[in-house]
Structure formats: structure tokens, C-alpha cells
């Protein structure tokens, strides 16, 4: 079976232009859902607007069945099948999708948490509860026959019920759920938090670590690393020190993953250091956005085809799928063409991995085994100095992206630069105030509805004029650990700024949004490969998070702060007299 599904794979690759020798692995053994005629016809007849559409469909039959048939379909029209035969065929054979999924209401949901309590303002409150609610839309469970039928579905099979991001995706996704899980605590949602811990947990045991998201297509990949946090999160919580306990081994094989298949060792000064990258040497296009990727390696020289998809599946590793962060080669930095995701060492995933070597220190400490304590305090520290080294700029007070074929930062200004700050992962606390001036001198306190995520406009999502929820959090909660009351006055009014966009955008939608559009008052989202996304995970999780953290003091005004130097004496004075 695998014989005749790396032949096939090899002549569609050789269809598509490629060399036989420089053909990489697919991104699973599907022939349905990850490589091989059937998907390639599929996806190139461009029967949905969203490629994403066919590859979570399931099947009726068996896959021996479904392929017997398109090969004798094939083989009928010489390999080149018509449109409408295709559209029949899939009609034939394929159940619409999310029939495999059942909408579930989480059995801990409660009408009033207690954190609604601490919001002053009346608006936002009655917000927060219809936030609260969203978690009912966005629960799912998997239906018993994607345990008995795997083969027949996308989906991998989770034991339990889980938060979805939603929108198109009808499946979790990986740090997403960091978000979602924070969210859910304040809504006194811890079981079916775990429940969602034990489902991550249950992949690492199966595959060694956790995948993008929860379909097939995306095993190859995986997305940045916060296990180690969510647990941590959780034990904090509850209190549940055996369930750490139980699976503080499986916690640590995560981390393994990172260090066996994603480390690249730097050499600088005369010293080498470990840092890691994302990296996916797996071929083809992303099964997802198949005729996207295929049409795009049109563009490129034949050669250099297989090294493009696994660039953008290194892209869509990171989570920041796509940004001109990634767009550092090739005559055009504006094209998608241009992705060295692999070339560059990134300073959040490495924030990402030192935070969680420091807490799985703290776990073994916790749970008397000094040896292994040891063992990550020590690894922490050697990350640390690697990131001071490689990664830290003092003159411009942040930290930067190593570009390893240029051997030097990337300097353009992303959120993620000052990801240390979120995870703790720094020596000098005076870092947080030059982070400020950082932030100040790019004149990014002057954007009234959000951080943007760069200061490029590319059309790519994770680029201007787009801010993320994820990334307003990295420096939020970044500048509020300062003992600066200045510095912590701004991270209110980021998170000010943050909440007022939230809220206008939901009360003239009754909606939230993956990503918001802060370019002229605050609207949903756009770029990137498909239409802005309703839900939302993560968006609600930290909306929550900072109704919480800052409850008697948000207001639900229209008036926005613009953060320039001069409006932050005056912001100050005026709380300080508040005080």
C-alpha cells in the first residue's frame, strides 16, 4: 500500500515539473486527503472556492473503493477528467463536511461566572456574558465512527469534546487553544479543559507531538509550543498535581520533538549556539490549500518547486500563515514566493521553548526530581544566553528574528519581537522599559485599535493592517510585569484600545472575529488565502482575559487613546489622580 502510494506520489510530483531525487515525503500516507491523482484533480479543477472544503469531507466507503473508482474514471477520459465528472464523482462519494462532528454544550457551562462580577462598566459586562455563551456555539464532539473508520475521514479522532476556533475550522487547532483554555477558566470551564489537555496529550503519545490542527493533513506539522503552558495553566487552576504527575513524561516528549527535529545550532563570535526554527521537509502542496500552493510553484523555477511547499508549510508551522516576517528571499519581498520560513531563527518560538523548559523545571522541582530539574534549568539558561547573544538588540531595546543565510537580525518591527517579555524569558528587568521606547520609537502606541503585526501591507494576513489577539496579549502582558507605573499604564491603554475594537466591531456584527483590520476604526479582517473568519477561540479567550485582569477599569467609550509621547504624560497624571 505505501509502495504504490510513494510511486504515485512520485509521478504526480514529476507531473508538476519536479526531479524524482528532489522529491520529499507527502504530508501523510492518505491518498485521498494528502497526495496522489485523485487530490491533484480535485484540487486543480478548483471545485470550491476554499480547498479546505474538499479535504474535510469525509468518505462514504472504503478508500480501496473510492480510489478504484476515480482510477477507473481516470483512466476513461485519459487522465484529464472534466469539471462536471469531477463534481459528480465527489457527490458520489464524499459526505458534506462537519457531518462527523455533533455540536456539544460543555457540561461545566454555568450562567455567571464570577469574573463578570468584576466589571464596572455595564456594557462590557453584558458583553462578557454573551462572550461567555460563544463557548456553547463552538463545542464539538466526535461522532463514534471515526474511531470504528478512521480511513474515512480527515478528522484524527479525539476520546474528548473540545473548543473549536470557528468558522472554517471545524477542527482545534494547536495554539489556539492556549487562548480558548484561558478564556474557559475564567468561565470556571476547568473539565472540559482537561478534556481538551488529554486529547493534546493522546497525540504526542501517538505521534511523537502535536499537529497544526486535528486533520491528517496537517501530522507533518506542527504549530508553536505551548503544551508546557497549558498544563502549567491548568495545574495552576485546579490544583490537579496528579494529572501533572501522570503525564509530566508525555510533557517532556513534546519537547524532545523540538529539540530532535527543529533545533539549528548558530555560530557567532566564536561560539556555537542551539537555537530552534520551524521545518517541515515534507513535499507537495499543503493539502489545504492545494491549487493556491500548486499555482503559486508555477511561479518559480521547476527546481525549486519542493523547496517552496515545504517553506509554506514551515509558514503555516509558525502560525503566522503568512507575513512578510517569513518574506526574506527571492527578487520579489511583496511575494509569497519569496517564503524562507526555515531560514530564519524566531524569537518567539524560542521565548516559547525557554518559558516551558523554565516550568518543566518548576514541575520536576515540584514533583521531587531534582536530577531532571536541573536538567531544564540548565537548558533554560542555555537558551537564554543563545537569545541575548543571537537574538537581542540593545541599541533598539528588542529582540529580532536571525536571519541564518544573511547571518544577521532581521530588524522590522513584529509583535513577536518582544515575545521574551510575555514568557519571562529575559535577565534585566530594565528590559521592559526599553521595550517601551521600542514600541514608541516605531510609533506604534499611535495605532488607536490595536497593535499591528507589522508595519508591511504584503496582502498576507498576518501583515498591516491587521492585529491579532495573540499578539496584542504578547505585549500587554508583556509591559504590565514592569514596576514603571508608566509602562504599566500603557499596557492598559493597549489593552483599552483592544477591547474598544472587540466591542464596536460586535455591536454593529454580533460577531468576533480571528483578526481585526485596524487601519480606519476597527473592522473585521482580510488578506491572506480566504475570507476573515467568525468565532472566535482565541479572540474571546483574551477579550475575557483582559475584561478580567482590567474589569474596573475598561470602559465601553468610542473614545479610543492614541498613545503618542505626549498623550502618555497626560494619561499618567490622569491616573495617577484616579489613584
Known amino acids: 500500500m505505501l509502495k504504490v502510494s510513494w510511486e504515485l506520489h512520485l509521478l504526480l510530483l514529476l507531473g508538476l515539473g519536479l526531479r524524482s531525487q528532489e522529491a520529499l515525503p507527502p504530508p501523510c500516507e492518505s491518498q485521498i486527503y494528502c497526495h496522489g491523482e485523485l487530490l491533484h484533480q480535485i484540487q486543480m479543477a478548483k471545485l470550491y472556492q476554499d480547498d479546505k472544503q474538499f479535504v474535510d469531507m469525509s468518505i462514504a466507503t472504503s478508500p480501496d473503493e473510492v480510489l478504484q473508482s476515480f482510477s477507473e474514471l481516470a483512466v476513461a477520459y485519459n487522465h484529464s477528467i472534466p469539471r462536471g465528472q469531477l463534481q459528480e464523482f465527489v457527490q458520489r462519494h ?50 463514534p465512527e471515526i474511531l470504528s473508520y478512521p480511513e474515512r475521514f480527515s478528522l484524527i479522532y479525539s476520546e474528548h469534546p473540545f473548543i473549536v476556533p470557528g468558522g472554517r475550522f471545524v477542527e482545534f487547532y494547536y495554539w489556539d487553544s492556549y487562548w480558548v483554555m484561558e478564556g474557559l477558566l475564567l468561565s470556571e470551564m476547568a473539565s472540559t479543559v482537561k478534556g481538551m489537555l488529554q486529547n493534546f496529550l493522546d497525540l504526542v503519545e501517538t505521534y511523537g507531538h502535536i499537529p497544526n490542527g486535528g486533520r491528517v493533513y496537517y501530522l507533518q506539522r506542527s504549530q508553536p509550543p505551548l503544551l508546557t503552558l497549558m498544563m502549567d495553566l491548568y495545574v495552576t487552576h485546579t490544583k490537579d498535581v496528579s494529572f501533572l504527575q501522570e503525564n509530566i513524561g508525555t510533557v517532556a516528549s513534546e519537547l524532545d520533538f523540538w529539540t530532535v527535529n527543529r533545533t539549528i545550532t548558530v555560530n557567532s563570535g566564536g561560539r556555537s549556539y542551539n537555537l530552534n526554527r520551524y521545518y517541515v521537509p515534507y513535499g507537495g502542496p499543503r493539502p489545504e490549500s492545494y491549487s493556491k500552493d500548486a499555482d503559486l510553484a508555477n511561479t518559480v523555477p521547476e527546481g525549486d518547486r519542493e523547496a517552496l511547499w515545504t517553506e509554506l508549510k514551515a509558514g503555516a508551522e509558525s502560525g503566522w500563515d503568512f507575513s512578510s516576517r517569513w518574506l526574506v528571499g527571492g527578487p520579489n519581498p511583496d511575494s509569497l514566493s519569496s517564503i524562507r520560513t526555515s531560514k530564519m531563527v524566531p524569537v518567539d518560538l524560542n521565548a516559547f521553548l525557554c518559558q516551558a523548559e523554565g516550568l518543566m523545571s518548576n514541575f520536576y522541582s515540584r514533583l521531587g526530581n531534582d536530577t531532571e530539574a536541573t536538567k531544564y534549568r540548565n537548558l533554560r539558561s542555555q537558551r537564554l544566553a543563545a537569545m541575548e ?30 515575545t521574551p517579555l510575555w514568557t519571562g524569558c529575559f535577565s534585566d528587568p530594565s528590559v521592559i522599559d526599553k521595550a517601551l521606547k521600542y514600541l514608541e520609537d516605531n510609533q506604534i502606541l499611535t495605532y488607536q485599535y490595536g497593535i499591528p503585526t507589522s508595519l508591511r501591507n504584503t496582502g498576507q494576513q498576518w501583515d498591516l493592517p491587521n492585529a491579532w489577539a495573540p499578539l496584542q496579549d504578547l505585549v500587554i502582558r508583556g509591559l504590565a510585569k514592569s514596576d514603571s507605573p508608566r509602562t504599566r499604564e500603557v499596557a492598559f491603554q493597549l489593552a483599552q484600545n483592544w477591547i474598544r475594537t472587540n466591542f464596536k466591531v460586535y455591536s454593529q456584527t454580533s460577531a468576533m472575529y480571528e483578526k481585526y483590520d485596524i487601519s480606519n476604526g476597527g473592522h473585521p479582517g482580510g488578506g491572506g488565502e480566504y475570507e476573515v473568519q467568525e468565532g472566535f477561540g482565541w479572540t474571546n479567550g483574551l477579550a475575557l482575559v483582559l475584561l478580567d485582569h482590567y474589569g474596573d477599569q475598561l470602559t465601553s467609550g468610542t473614545q479610543l487613546a492614541s498613545l503618542g509621547p505626549h498623550c502618555l504624560v497626560a494619561a499618567l497624571l490622569i491616573s495617577l489622580l484616579l489613584q
Open 94 to 143: 464524499f459526505q458534506p463536511v462537519g457531518q462527523e462532528l455533533e455540536p456539544w454544550v460543555p457540561e461545566d457551562w454555568k450562567d455567571s461566572p464570577q469574573f463578570l462580577q468584576k466589571i464596572s462598566d455595564a456594557k462590557l459586562r453584558a458583553w462578557a456574558e454573551q462572550l461567555h455563551q460563544i463557548w456553547k456555539r463552538l463545542g464539538k464532539k466526535m461522532k
Open 389 to 418: 547573544a543571537l537574538l537581542w538588540d540593545e541599541q533598539k531595546g528588542a529582540w529580532f528574528d536571525y536571519d541564518l543565510e544573511k547571518g544577521k537580525k532581521n530588524l522590522e518591527f513584529y509583535p513577536s519581537n518582544l
